[in-house]
């Protein structure tokens, strides 16, 4: 199933709530390893040593996924 827009705004909204890759997957309804995989695409680190992103850096991936025809 190929990932949209919707689906990176949704992983990214997840990722700011502290959710796990796990819980992820399964809210999202995908395999934990195309969460991290698209995680490490959007530049969203999950886990208890994850960088939380500014607004305005999750607005540039974002961005920067639509662009890249995310």
């Known amino acids: 199933m190929a990932w949209s827009y ?5 992983l990214l909204e997840l990722a ?4 796990s890759y ?3 997957a399964n809210l999202m309804d995908r ?10 695409r959007l530049g969203v680190s999950l886990g208890k040593n994850r ?8 607005l540039k991936a974002l961005r920067s996924s639509a662009s890249a025809g995310g």
């Open 6 to 10: 919707k689906d990176d705004r949704r």
């Open 16 to 19: 700011a709530q502290s959710r």
């Open 22 to 24: 796990e819980v992820i």
């Open 31 to 40: 395999s934990p390893k195309a969460i991290r995989k698209v995680a490490i």
């Open 51 to 58: 960088r939380r992103f500014t607004p305005t850096e999750r």
